[in-house]
T-cell receptor, first 112, second 111 residues
């Protein structure tokens, strides 16, 4: 399984962009990068995913490097409600289906 | 609204007892998953099921059992063989064309 490496914690000022990095240097060609976030004591929430190209939705943007060994999740205008643990996950595809393997994530704290 | 319902939200168990955590989804998803989360840590996969009447062990299946008799339901039983069952348990589902949808979790405490 491709493993991911994320900083343990980050801080961001409210209204500024939050850029969360993730390294996945052993990712294989058919593995996607997924991002989820988890607010304390709730279930994780899907944010975005991508394979090679950069992706954008109403929540965030995902920038994947050309060699696919790292990616960055961008929250363009962080709010206090964006304070959460953010997980970068590489999707494992097996013959019986697919599953997500979670690391420990990055605790993002948005400060007023 | 479509989603995943986990019940109960809080559960207390005496040592030596089996308990069953409920997970129901009305998203028509084929695949369902159970994860365990300990304080300050990420999620670890217990069991998953891709179709009805079929399921596979995840990374920490010992002391747990599951069934998948209906597409909508994937209950998890925490048996007395699980030595440290106190944790936050999360159920998820996916149709594999999109992201995973998670329930709100069950917090199990052994008393």
């Amino acid at each position: 399984d491709a493993k991911t490496t994320q900083p343990t914690s980050m801080d961001c000022a409210e209204g500024r962009a939050a850029n969360l990095p993730c390294n996945h240097s052993t990712i294989s060609g058919n593995e996607y990068v997924y991002w989820y976030r988890q607010i304390h004591s709730q279930g994780p929430q899907y944010i975005i995913h991508g394979l090679k190209n950069n992706e954008t939705n109403e929540m965030a943007s995902l920038i994947i490097t050309e060699d696919r060994k790292s990616s960055t999740l961008i929250l363009p205008h962080a709010t206090l409600r964006d304070t959460a643990v953010y997980y970068c996950i590489v999707r494992v595809v097996e013959t019986s289906g697919s599953r997500l393997t979670f690391g420990e994530g990055t605790q993002l704290t948005v400060n007023p | 609204d479509g989603g995943i319902t986990q019940s109960p939200k809080y559960l207390f168990r005496k040592e030596g007892q089996n308990v069953t955590l409920s997970c129901e989804q009305n998203l028509n998803h084929d695949a369902m998953y159970w994860y365990r989360q300990d304080p300050g840590q990420g999620l670890r996969l217990i069991y998953y099921s891709q179709i009805v009447n079929d399921f596979q062990k995840g990374d920490i299946a010992e002391g747990y059992s599951v069934s998948r008799e209906k597409k909508e339901s994937f209950p998890l039983t925490v048996t007395s063989a699980q030595k440290n069952p106190t944790a936050f348990y999360l159920c998820a589902s996916t149709d594999r064309s999109y992201g995973y949808t998670f329930g709100s979790g069950t917090r199990l405490t052994v008393v």
